[in-house]
């Protein structure tokens, strides 16, 4: 296989977690009946220009289709984020009805919905009908095509032009990452911005997060990587920040390199020798990863054989896709976890794929009163734990497996 970017041969591996479906597609009664397709789950690293990347196994058109289940509006953080960002963009760029807001991938428009409440013009891109559909619903102007070179000539020919491009968690979701990129540099106005956010890679060395690690993440992002990529197409990075969200991500602000109408900020300077001291392009910052990986797995099986042994039941809150590849890698099944809750709907009477595992409401939690209850998506684990607190009341704990096992 080549480096999506540069077209480098790829033969280092980052991680090899086996195989899986994909992430989101879960199960109905009626797909537990049929075999399901399994993909292998290997990552590479690029000895060029370090992109990080999943090999090439799965298409977009089926992990992100009509039946996508991940919707953004379940979590009150992410809306609390999206709000803020809404603010200081508006703030720091002088938006107002005279603007255009555009975001890429706006799944269910838990963030334009900010932007239409200040009476600023904006649209949204979302391939999959489930959220394009929610969107629509917020009355929320929705295309729903993938974005592109294409697209973004055919919306500019229309008049459609950006003040401002909205990227949150879509960078890494992109098969032809140079073709998505080329798409904002076409997009922009001359003094136009885009803003990505994506998990920074350093965090998920650092932290072992493996688990964020699925088919849907085609690669797995460095701020020199996404220089180097957004500099082949046209964007210049002119500022970036470290945000909490999603373990610990960048949101990175770029401009089109023919215009440039922002000074570069010493924020980038700063973030990029920080990646360069931490030696993120040598192959052996990315080496032993596996190990560590394998460790998490041994402890968390342990601890689920144990609960088992002891006559314990454990269950979990949160059918996210970093569960999903958490249960396929470590193998775990119905016997030793027995149900999953979580409140998207489109989520509930399903199952998870691979594993099986039952996902049902939050109800169910109070009526099985399980000993344990595993947070799958741990970086919501404050939000879960206050959302949850009453399993107190029968002595339940939580918890977490990465980066490493923790009861509370």
């Known amino acids: 296989m080549k480096c999506r970017h540069c077209k480098h ?21 009626q797909s537990m009946k049929e075999p399901e397709k399994w993909y292998p789950l290997k ?19 089926e992990m992100f289709s009509d039946e996508y289940a991940y919707f953004s509006s379940f979590s009150t953080s992410w809306l609390e984020h999206a709000k803020h960002y809404v603010e200081n ?26 932007v239409k409440q200040k009476d600023i013009p904006c649209y949204g891109i979302e391939p999959t009908h489930s959220t394009a559909q929610a969107a629509k619903e917020k009355g929320i ?50 003094n136009g911005v885009a803003t990505f956010e994506f998990p920074h890679l350093l965090n998920l060395v650092e932290k072992i997060q493996f688990d964020t690690i699925y088919h849907e993440h085609y690669s797995y992002l460095s701020l020199a990587a996404v220089q180097a990529i957004f500099e082949a197409n046209g964007l210049t990075v002119f500022d970036v920040e470290e945000i909490p969200t ?49 460790k998490i797995k041994i402890d968390f ?10 006559g314990k039941k454990v269950a979990a809150y949160g059918a996210a896709a970093k569960g999903n590849t958490m249960m396929n890698y470590v193998g775990v099944r119905p016997d030793l976890l027995s149900f999953v809750v979580d409140r998207n709907p489109a989520k509930q009477d399903k199952f998870m794929p691979g594993s099986r595992i039952p996902i049902v409401e939050e109800q ?4 099985k009163k399980p000993d344990y209850v595993v947070i799958l998506p741990w970086n919501l684990k404050a939000e879960v734990m206050q959302q949850l607190n009453y399993i107190e009341s029968w002595n339940g704990n939580f918890v977490t497996a990465v980066p490493l096992l923790e009861i509370s």
């Open 9 to 29: 041969e790829l033969t280092h591996t980052f991680i090899d977690l086996g195989s899986s479906p994909p992430s989101n597609s879960y199960l109905t009664e």
């Open 43 to 61: 990552v590479m690293v690029c000895d060029q220009c370090w992109l990080v990347q999943t090999e090439d196994f799965v298409g977009a058109n």
């Open 89 to 114: 963009m508006t703030s720091r760029f002088t938006l107002d009805k005279k603007s255009m807001v555009v975001e890429i991938a706006a799944n269910d428009g838990y963030l334009l919905q900010y």
């Open 141 to 190: 102007d929705i295309i729903e095509e993938f974005f592109g070179i294409e697209k973004a000539e055919e919306l500019v020919g229309l008049g459609r032009q950006a003040d401002l491009t909205v990227a949150n968690n879509v960078l890494a979701h992109v098969p032809d990452i140079n073709d998505f990129v080329k798409g904002f540099s076409i997009l922009l106005k001359p």
């Open 246 to 294: 999603h373990g610990g991500s960048l949101r990175v602000y770029a401009q089109r390199s023919d215009t440039q109408p922002y000074p570069i900020n010493e924020t980038v300077s700063t973030l990029h020798k920080k990646e360069t001291h931490l030696g993120m392009n040598t192959l052996e910052f990315y080496q032993g990863f596996q190990q560590k990986a394998e």
């Open 301 to 310: 099986l342990e601890f689920l054989l144990q609960a088992k042994q002891q």
């Open 364 to 367: 169910q939690l109070k009526n």
